[in-house]
């Protein structure tokens, strides 16, 4: 089994910043791409950013040049730098993995944190 925790939510001002972690914890799995969703209540869940297979850092057009996803494969740990950050950026952030196991590849999510941005 793998499991996903995340961390580094809370409350910031606008124009604040905050980094959000997720660690793959488990045996016997590699990870084939990680990425960051949000979603705002009554709207659906839209990707932040990702680190798919080919290596191509992918971004929300809204979060370009204020958001960085990194990734630390010897920890098994993705990352997202949020600068500059807005009122609209206030949603509850998910982590997302694709993880190889024995022959099969799994979709994984993080429970969630919420990040809140006040004006």
């Known amino acids: 089994q793998v499991e996903l925790v995340e961390s580094g939510g809370g409350f910031v001002q606008a124009g604040g910043s905050l980094r959000l972690s997720c660690a793959a914890s488990?045996?016997?799995?590699?990870?084939?791409?990680m990425a960051w969703y949000r979603r705002v209540p009554g709207k659906q869940r839209d990707m932040v950013a990702e680190i798919p297979e080919s290596g191509t850092l992918n971004y929300l057009d809204s979060v370009k040049g204020r958001f960085t996803i990194s990734r630390d494969a010897t920890k098994n740990t993705v990352y997202l730098q949020m600068n500059s950050l807005k009122p609209e950026d206030t949603a509850v952030y998910y982590c997302y993995a694709r993880i190889a196991r024995i022959q099969y590849v799994y979709q994984y999510w993080g429970q969630g944190t919420q990040v809140t941005v006040s004006s």
């Open positions: 488990g045996s016997d799995f590699s990870i084939r791409a």
